[in-house]
């Protein structure tokens, strides 16, 4: 059982920076993925940047490569998402993910089981 808490979200304009935070809370000894998704109402969720249980990070990178860098704080359990020179589309809900299987950017959504309850994000122009 792994639970997940999300933080950080807020309103800022065009090219300035978030932080996105996440506590991990994992009944379990073994590595698990964990990453970032994003979804703006209406359309799919989509993958933003995963560390998979073997370290190895991936990006969605079409949509934030060179501006989002992941991280993850294994002493405290918490899941980061750096965020800087934002745009407008990358307005939308971000939600922190969790599975105990390998799992990648290419991944889709239902391959991981646990969810936050998601934290917004929103980029004036």
């Known amino acids: 059982q792994v639970q997940l808490v999300e933080s950080g979200g807020g309103s800022v304009q065009a090219g300035g920076s978030l932080r996105l935070s996440c506590v991990v809370s994992a009944n379990t000894n073994s590595d698990i993925s964990v990453g970032w998704f994003r979804q703006v109402l209406g359309k799919e969720r989509e993958a933003v940047a995963i560390?998979?249980?073997?370290?190895?990070?991936?990006y969605n990178i079409n949509s934030v490569r060179g501006r989002f860098t992941i991280s993850k704080d294994n002493n405290k359990n918490i899941l980061h998402l750096q965020m800087t020179s934002l745009k407008p589309e990358d307005t939308a809900m971000y939600f922190c993910?969790?599975?105990?299987?390998?799992?990648?950017?290419?991944?889709?959504?239902?391959?991981?089981?646990?969810w936050g309850q998601g934290t917004q994000v929103t980029v004036s122009s």
């Open positions: 993910a969790a599975d105990e299987n390998k799992r990648w950017i290419g991944s889709p959504h239902y391959m991981f089981e646990y």
């Open positions: 560390i998979d249980r073997d370290g190895e990070i991936t």
